[in-house]
């Protein structure tokens, strides 16, 4: 049981270049989510989704596009990099049953550590 | 729109010793969650405490505990008996309820002196 994984760990990138970051999660899950960390900002929610299939804006979602075409993977795409997105991004996910219990928590990824030149 | 604010960018604290990071939050939800993370140097996020809206009595889980104050909209994590390892980032954070989202704050870096 991985939990959740991220790939890459790390990568950088030049402007205007593209890439996607892979988040996988092996709990079933039915909740997943992206963020990024920016120094003095904690936590920003980019995209989420509730379900394969489905995906929602956050709160810093520009720049970003995001796909769940299996229940297990969220995926991550920058278009065209900007060094504004220079960022630690961190996958989570949760499950929607647990959810109701009220004390579900989200479970992180080790992070991606992206530097856009 | 939900809010976390924690106003203390670092604090430190002697070894053995008791620690309150502080947390206030802002929502017109009558029903949601609170949270706290620790986020040591090598980046994970731990998850450590949970409190619910409705629950009556402060969460605790070992060392940790929150001080949940609804009246005064705090949810304030106490570190008791401090350890070197609990030298990291703490986040608090609020669920959204639709998606499970998180609102987090803007964290307090915790260093414990030996």
């Known amino acids: 049981n991985a939990g959740v994984t991220q790939t890459p760990k790390f990568r950088v990138l030049k402007t205007g270049q593209s890439m996607t970051l892979l988040c996988a999660q092996d709990m079933n899950h039915e909740y997943m989510y992206w963020y990024r960390q920016d120094p003095g900002m904690g936590l920003r929610l980019i995209h989420y989704?509730?379900?394969?299939?489905?995906?929602a804006k956050g709160e810093v979602p520009d720049g970003y596009n995001v796909s769940r075409l299996k229940k297990q993977n969220f995926l991550l795409g920058l278009e065209s990099a900007a060094p504004s997105q220079t960022s630690v991004y961190f996958c989570a996910s949760s499950s929607q049953e647990r959810v109701r219990t009220g004390q579900e928590t989200q479970y992180f990824g080790p992070g991606t550590r992206l530097l856009v030149l | 729109a939900q809010k976390i604010t924690q106003t203390q960018p670092g604090m430190f604290v002697q070894e053995k010793e008791a620690v309150t990071l502080d947390c206030t939050y802002d929502?017109?939800?009558?029903?949601?969650?609170l949270f706290w993370y620790k986020q040591p140097s090598s980046g994970e996020m731990i998850f450590l405490i949970y409190q619910g809206s409705y629950d009556e009595q402060n969460a605790t889980e070992g060392r940790y505990s929150l001080n949940f104050q609804k009246a005064r909209k705090s949810a304030n994590l106490v570190i008791s008996a401090s350890q070197l390892g609990d030298s990291a980032m703490y986040f608090c954070?609020?669920?959204?309820?639709?998606?499970?989202?998180?609102?987090f704050g803007a964290g307090t870096i915790l260093r414990v002196k030996s």
């Open positions: 929502t017109s939800d009558q029903s949601y969650g």
């Open positions: 954070a609020m669920r959204e309820f639709y998606g499970n989202k998180l609102v």
């Open positions: 989704s509730v379900g394969e299939g489905t995906t």
